[in-house]
């Protein structure tokens, strides 16, 4: 705090300003209810605040679970492309000697064919589901 | 100033210390006892309505209380509590200033004018000529009388350094006295004789 005296280099006039004015700019004192309705107040933004962080933990919980599935998700395809080109390449090996034999020098040309044909029925089947019809090879 | 600002900063360091102990509500119980009075007074001069300024440091010390663990102590703690209480009185008058642009006519109707006030009731009067006075002169005579005259804490208060609100001051005084003057009531008896 300063400690000098405000009044010393001041006249008669001045003098009689501050006390007037120390008399009329009294510092008002704290209400008496303050200090309760401070501690309501309190009390509410502590319950809000637990509120808020019960409800960003819920989020945040709920964002991880999310993740992870996407993960799985993504994990899964990636497993079943590969799994479905080992598979495709297996079955293309075992039953070449049979289209050779059964197309002679057209056999490539069958075999692409009936990968296109099996690659539309899958592309089908799996935009038919995200529509939400149901699956067609269920129902047979 | 210097010494002014020391002591409150090692008053304030068993606050500090309750934070790093992590016990907030101790270390915000000790800030209320030392800090609610002069956090009121704050508004009050800032906002000059005692209602407004009940609601505003109360919004203000739950901020406080709200952000006291993330306090860094960068800045001082009276600083810190300070330019809380100080935005938040800013956005009381924002407000305010929004809802009497609304309601003008009300407005002007509930402030006291100079005409109004009894001739003999000087304080009234005084305090009507201060309302007058431009925002940064009122703020400052207002605060420089709550706080006992001391400028280092009004200083702090407003976030100016301490020449400017010497000078401040000292123009606030003489607006504040050609007022009177216009008046005829600048004679210095009058004023010592009401006094007395």
């Known amino acids: 705090m300063s400690n000098e005296d405000p009044t ?34 309190l009390k509410r933004a502590t319950t809000m605040e637990r509120e808020r962080q019960r409800l960003d933990d819920e989020y945040q919980q709920q964002l991880a679970e999310l993740e992870s599935g996407y ?47 099996v690659g539309v029925g899958i592309g089908t089947v799996s935009w038919l589901r995200r529509l939400g019809y149901a699956n067609p090879l269920e129902m047979f | 100033m210097q010494a002014g600002w020391a002591d409150a900063a090692l008053e304030d360091r068993d606050i500090l210390d309750l934070l790093h102990k992590g016990a907030r509500d101790q270390a915000f119980a000790q800030l209320l006892d030392r800090y609610e009075h002069k956090l009121y ?27 006291l663990p993330n306090y860094d102590g960068r800045a001082s703690l009276s600083t810190w509590l300070y330019a809380i209480t100080r935005n938040r009185c800013l956005t009381a008058m924002a ?33 009507a000529l201060i309302g007058q006075l431009p925002q940064r002169y009122r703020h400052v005579l207002t605060l420089f009388y ?6 280092s804490e009004v200083a702090a ?16 005084r003489a607006a504040l006295m050609e007022k009177l003057r216009r008046r005829g009531l600048d004679t210095p008896s009058t004023w010592l004789e009401t006094n007395k």
């Open chain 2, 95 to 127: 407000r305010r200033r929004d809802e009497s642009a609304v309601l003008d006519s009300a407005a002007d109707a509930e402030q006291v004018s100079v005409e109004d006030v009894v001739p003999d009731d000087r304080s009234a009067l005084l305090n």
């Open chain 2, 146 to 151: 709550y706080e006992d005259r001391s400028i």
């Open chain 1, 8 to 41: 010393q280099s001041m006249d008669d006039a001045e003098r009689a300003l501050d006390a007037m004015l120390a008399q009329a700019l009294r510092a008002p004192a704290l209400p008496i209810m303050f200090r309760a309705q401070l501690n309501l107040a």
């Open chain 2, 41 to 67: 007074r704050l508004c009050c001069a800032l906002l000059r309505d005692t209602t407004l300024a009940q609601d505003a440091a109360q919004e203000a010390l739950v901020r406080i209380w709200r952000a």
């Open chain 1, 71 to 117: 993960l799985r998700l993504r994990y899964r395809t990636l497993g079943t492309l590969l799994g479905g080109t080992f598979a495709a390449g297996v079955a293309v090996a075992l039953l070449m000697p049979w289209f050779n034999a059964t197309f002679g020098a057209n056999a490539r040309f069958a075999l692409a064919i009936i990968g296109a044909v």
């Open chain 2, 157 to 172: 208060m407003l976030a100016i350094p301490e020449g400017t609100i010497k000078t401040t001051l000292h123009r606030a």
